[in-house]
């Protein structure tokens, strides 16, 4: 655990020989924040995997309806999706060789879900430092302008915390990124199903209400490597890391569940993994 204040500034990716991204998408993910779109998952694998989901949400009953939060040291599956090579191999090309997956969750808005998350900064919710974690979202849905895709404001990773307001009650969030409007241009995160993107944990980032007749649902993937360290001992009660590739540094991490049945187990819940 870690006493200093939080170091919330953005660390560019050096990486002159990268395995699986190109030289070019990890200068933009330094310049814009993000990086999109990548195949990960075919169309059997994410029919299978959206199959899953939408199990695990009915099972769960009205409390899985908007989102499962950080299962992923509870469920076998979810574990095995977290741990899946072709997503660690993007994941690595920016964080290093060791990966750790600390959070997770399922976000799914129904056609015509009123919830709005505001404009918002990930890693200013979160006890951890310094700010390095990579989410990655994994489309189990095709989501575009329509059905409330998430949407990025380029560039403003690197620019600090931000100063915050508070949100009316039609939104997730009590507060949002104040003067988002001063921004820039939001940029529409359109994915096809079995397609990821990553973006930095200081992004500006939310999401609109879903006016459409479709669903659009996600699964978010927390990474950082061991080097960034948890900040707040009552707020680590609800981290489960599991250590995906290479080494774990001092973080304490769990190993591949039997189980996956999310009716015989609960989660910790991390405190603002939105």
């Given at each position: ?272 993994n939105n």
């Amino acid at each position: 655990m870690l006493d200093e204040p939080h170091n919330l500034s953005f660390q560019s990716v050096q990486n002159t020989t990268p395995k699986t991204l190109s030289v070019e998408q990890i200068a933009q993910y330094n310049l814009r924040g993000f990086v999109q779109p990548f195949d990960i998952f075919s169309v059997a694998e994410i029919t299978d995997i959206r199959s899953y989901v939408d199990q695990l949400m009915h099972e769960m009953g009205p409390q899985g309806a908007y989102g499962i939060n950080c299962y992923q040291a509870r469920l076998r599956g979810l574990y095995d999706i977290t741990t899946d090579p072709r997503i660690l191999d993007h994941v690595a090309d920016l964080i290093g060789p060791n990966v750790l997956c600390w959070a997770s969750a399922i976000l799914s808005k129904k056609p015509h879900d009123p919830k709005v998350v505001p404009w918002h900064q990930d890693a200013t919710f979160w006890s951890l430092a310094p700010a390095r974690t990579v989410t990655v979202w994994l489309a189990i849905d095709d989501a575009d302008e329509s059905n409330s895709a998430m949407r990025f404001l380029p560039g403003t990773h690197d620019q600090g915390a931000m100063r915050v307001q508070q949100t009316d009650g039609s939104a997730v969030f009590h507060k949002e990124t104040a003067n988002a409007d001063a921004l820039g241009n939001p940029f529409t995160n359109s994915l096809n199903a079995g397609q990821i993107s990553m973006h930095a944990d200081m992004l500006v980032h939310g999401s609109l209400a879903n006016t459409s007749n479709r669903r659009r649902c996600g699964l978010t993937l927390r990474y950082c490597p061991p080097d960034v360290q948890i900040t707040d001992e009552t707020w680590a009660r609800g981290v489960e890391a599991i250590l995906c590739r290479g080494e774990a540094g001092n973080w304490q991490t769990h190993p591949r569940p039997d189980n996956d049945d999310i009716t015989k187990t609960s989660s910790p819940h991390v405190v603002g993994n939105n």
